[in-house]
């Protein structure tokens, strides 16, 4: 047999076992490479790609052999999320092949043949060769979905985190609150006067619109505000009570708006301001006249547009407040003299409302003082005493310069101090057209006033005649003069006759 036929012959042999069964290994590795719904591609040395499976060519918007023997990072890596030069130096996918460490990435992101980039998770694996490093594999999904839902996890654990610091703020505002004695229920009074004024809040309830109520101190400028929020359409926010006249001058501003942590000496932590608090509801701003004209600017601004900025925080926040504002001074006064600015004058007076004084609504003294002697009486876990109609009248004909807070007052000393179930004021000798009742309120006694013995005659026949003036003549018995007084009628009409009083007809 010639030599050409034999090198025929060799060159022309079957396929043994081994290499058929290579064969099939790199058949089912190539089929396994297609399937594969991840991305995967090969690296040498340089970098370069040696190998791009159909999920890595459709995910990155190229074509196998676009790819094939061009440097990856600087087609699909260069830069980082931020969109800042990511150097191949350091790239963990060359690390790979360099210090034959397997790396792990998913934070970094991917671009495709149309400029577009998409997130992904990818983990990169040295190849050796004869114990050398050859290169690396890369294999990568797209995260997209994943980081988007790991976003809208964030903005939900962020809100929750939100709701749960304004619902601890609420919490100890509310804890605040209860430590303050509410004495009352309701506007209490059927006067011609105060049914005015819940006619008007009846009228405003139901709108946005800002209020201010003005009166003096004491007439119930909180409870109409009350009244307002609980007739409102926001009634289930809480209605949120700021007291201006009670806050340090250099603390408006976190008062009203909150700060974080560090904004000033003593800021340990973030606070949620009143205003953020009251979000939803009613802000009431008790004695507004009393917000420093350099901060005006910034409550003006939440009103107009409702935004704010916590101190210290560059962060604008938006709110929906519903301001109520009081004050017991003239505002319109203090615009004029430049206190209070015009702008945030008129902003509040929409719907302006006064409060009555109680000098002005005499008749509904009796309602109210029964009203204070049961909810006194249960505070002070005391039986609820009676209140003759003389006393009444006693309390109808005195000037209230406190108005009701003053007539509280009042009552609850007389509650203490009275035994039995009758209720005594301790005023004996004070005449009510003087101001022994608005000094009993405060604490002060008569004793401490000196008087000349005529001017003790005087004023003793004064008393007497005022007495029998509120009860209509009456000296003994139930509602009498003698009882008024706090004397037996027999002493009564001893010194109406040595003071030369007459028993009026």
């Known amino acids: 047999m010639s030599t050409d036929k034999r090198d025929r012959n060799h060159h022309e042999r079957p396929q043994t076992a081994a290499e058929d069964e290579l064969d099939h290994v790199k058949r089912q590795n190539e089929l396994i490479l297609e399937a594969a719904g991840e991305g995967i591609y090969g690296l040498d040395c340089e970098g370069k790609t040696t190998f791009l499976n159909p999920a890595a060519a459709h995910m990155l918007g190229f074509d196998t052999n676009t790819l094939i023997g061009q440097p990856m990072h600087a087609l699909l890596h260069h830069t980082r999320p931020d969109g800042s030069p990511f150097p191949k130096e350091e790239c963990p996918i060359y690390a790979a092949f360099k210090d034959g460490a397997v790396h792990y990435v998913d934070n970094e992101v991917f671009w495709r043949k149309d400029g577009s980039s998409f997130p992904v998770a990818y983990t990169s694996t040295p190849i050796r060769e004869n114990g050398k490093l050859a290169g690396a594999v890369v294999v990568f ?21 939100r709701m749960k610091e304004r619902l601890e703020a609420e919490n100890v505002y509310l804890q605040e609150e209860i430590k303050v004695e509410l004495s009352h229920a309701g506007i209490v009074g059927q006067s011609n006067a105060i049914q005015q004024v819940l006619h008007q809040v009846e009228l405003v ?12 101190s004491g007439t119930g400028k909180e409870l109409i505000a009350c009244a307002i929020h609980e ?4 009634h289930e926010r809480p209605m949120i009570r700021v007291n201006c006249a ?9 008062e009203f708006f909150g700060h974080v942590k560090g904004a000033f000496t003593g800021a340990l932590k973030d606070r949620t301001g009143r205003f953020e608090l009251a979000d939803g509801g009613t802000i009431f701003l008790d004695e507004v006249g009393e917000i420093p004209i350099e901060l005006q600017s910034k409550l003006l601004r939440v009103l107009q547009e409702g935004q704010f900025e916590r101190v210290g925080e560059e962060k604008t926040r938006t709110v929906d407040v519903r301001v109520v504002a009081a004050s017991n001074r003239n505002l319109k006064a203090d615009v004029d003299a430049k206190r209070f600015r015009k702008d945030l004058f008129f902003r509040l007076n929409v719907f302006p409302i006064e409060a009555v004084p109680l000098r002005d609504r005499i008749d509904d003294i009796p309602l109210l003082t029964t009203h204070f002697i049961t909810l006194i009486s249960r505070r002070l876990n005391r039986p609820e005493p009676n209140i003759t109609q003389a006393n009444l009248k006693r309390l109808q004909a005195y000037n209230w310069p406190g108005n009701i807070r003053e007539l509280q007052n009042v009552i609850e000393r007389a509650i203490i101090v009275s035994k039995g179930n009758r209720l005594r004021f301790s005023v004996p000798g004070e ?9 009993f309120s405060a604490g002060e006694e008569s004793e401490t006033i000196p008087f000349t013995e005529t001017e003790r005659l005087a004023r003793d026949r004064k008393n007497i005649i005022a007495a029998l003036r509120l009860t209509n003549g009456k000296i003994s018995g139930e509602n009498g003069a003698a009882e008024l007084l706090g004397i037996k009628p027999t002493t009564l009409a001893s010194r109406m006759k040595a003071l030369s009083v007459e028993k009026p007809k």
């Open 231 to 234: 007739q409102s359409n926001r």
């Open 205 to 216: 309830a139901p709108t946005d619109a800002s209020v201010l109520i003005s009166g003096e």
């Open 431 to 439: 005449t009510v057209e003087t101001d022994t009742l608005s000094k």
């Open 246 to 254: 009670a806050i340090p001058g250099d603390l408006f501003e976190s």
């Open 141 to 161: 999904k797209d995260i997209t979905e994943r980081k988007q839902a790991e976003g809208e996890l964030r903005k939900a654990y962020a809100e929750v985190e």
